[in-house]
């Protein structure tokens, strides 16, 4: 799945962070891949996380999912929104409207929140965090764009929702199936649909803070601490006043303080685990019978395509010219040589081909083993298109 006539350069160059763009209908041929009874059905199950959001201007109102199947035959006529997160984690034909946006970092990468709306439904004017590009999947949606927010922005008061008080829209467009419309970091926008039957597929960034890193970072730094890494003066001399702390005194403590959190190699690990952890780690997508190196060594004689769980989150961080850390689902993977091609090519696309190998390579038998143990990969043995 490619963009036609899109250039990603400019795009990083132009738009991206900066302002808004319209993409209008960039597909060889777009055809809606989910149905609206099938975005019910996810809203309807457990481990999916849902929103359904009743009226319009005013008198929004908000129910979280699961939500019972008989709800949706009693909305009646006035203006709904049903949101779905993460719905590329279980459905593989809206997992592949990421591909098109791998020109972005993978770590960057959210998940696809999918909305269906029946005629005038929206969610209101908001600004997000976080980059979106969003794709009109089936009818149409109106989109309004306005000015930029920040935590001062003032907000209509809502238990539920952060609504903007004010919204100065300076660009409007009707999307229609097919087009694209990104909107950048704290960008105020609103999306009412036009008609019945408006599916938008949104595909969003993360942006951690500068408080979640800390705090993520502190938290795994300090559960790695003895008890005995104390402060510590030997050489404490007399001072005039008791109730004075030192310059010297303090130097120290700063030192204590941060030192650990300057180790650039330890924080490098942690990001990469912390964030290729799974959006929903709570989930268990290991498979019901785990497999053997054996198993996998059979496998690979035969040659094999290596297929990733959409659930799960690849990165690597290279150590040299022949050495990656491959991070996985919040693991870690030292790999060398072919294994490292191979966790390279692993993180560049959704389905990897392994030919035949006559002696199998066990480093990579191992890693292929543990990831299908983990529920992160599958193979198939059979061609593909």
């Not at 609103?190 to 502190?218: I, K, N, Q, W």
Request: proline letters at 6%; aromatic letters at 10%.
């Amino acid at each position: 799945m490619v963009l036609k006539d899109f250039d990603s350069a400019l795009f990083l160059r132009d738009y991206w962070q900066k302002k808004p763009l319209l993409i209008r209908n960039p597909w060889d041929a777009w055809q809606n891949p989910l149905e609206p009874d099938e975005l019910a059905g996810l809203a309807c199950e457990a481990e999916v996380e849902s929103r359904l959001v009743v009226g319009a201007q005013g008198s929004w109102a908000v129910e979280h999912g699961p939500l019972a199947e008989a709800r949706f035959a009693r909305l009646g006529q006035e203006p709904s929104t049903l949101l779905v997160q993460a719905v590329d984690h279980h459905i593989p034909e809206v997992a592949a409207l990421i591909a098109p946006f791998r020109f972005i970092p993978n770590w960057r990468i959210d998940d696809v929140m999918v909305s269906y709306a029946t005629d005038g439904g929206g969610v209101g004017p908001h600004y997000d965090q976080y980059d979106v590009f969003l794709i009109q999947g089936n009818g149409c949606r109106r989109w309004r764009v306005g000015q930029l927010c920040d935590d001062q922005s003032p907000l209509v008061p809502h238990d539920e929702l952060r609504l903007l008080a004010e919204f100065h829209a300076t660009d409007e467009w009707l999307l229609e199936p097919g087009d694209i419309l990104y909107v950048p970091p704290r960008i105020a926008h609103d999306g009412v649909a036009v008609g019945d039957d408006c599916m938008t597929y949104s595909v969003g960034f993360r942006a951690p803070s500068r408080s979640e890193l800390l705090t993520h970072f502190v938290d795994d730094l300090v559960a790695e601490m003895e008890d005995d890494d104390r402060y510590a003066d030997p050489e404490l001399a007399t001072q005039e006043n008791p109730g004075e702390i030192s310059s010297a005194a303090l130097d120290k403590l700063h030192r204590l303080a941060i030192e650990k959190l300057q180790d650039r190699s330890y924080f490098a690990r942690w990001f990469g685990s912390y964030s290729s952890t799974r959006k929903y780690p709570e989930i268990d997508w290991s498979p019901e019978d785990l497999v053997s190196e054996t198993d996998i060594s059979a496998q690979l004689k035969a040659g094999v395509f290596v297929s990733r769980n959409p659930a799960s989150r690849f990165s690597f961080l290279r150590q040299d010219d022949a050495t990656i850390l491959l991070f996985v689902d919040g693991t870690s993977f030292h790999c060398e040589d072919s294994c490292a091609t191979f966790a390279e090519n692993l993180c560049r696309a959704d389905t990897t081909e392994l030919p035949a190998q006559e002696v199998p390579n066990e480093p990579l038998q191992q890693l292929i083993t543990a990831l299908i143990n983990q529920g992160s990969i599958a193979l198939d043995g059979r061609e593909q298109s």
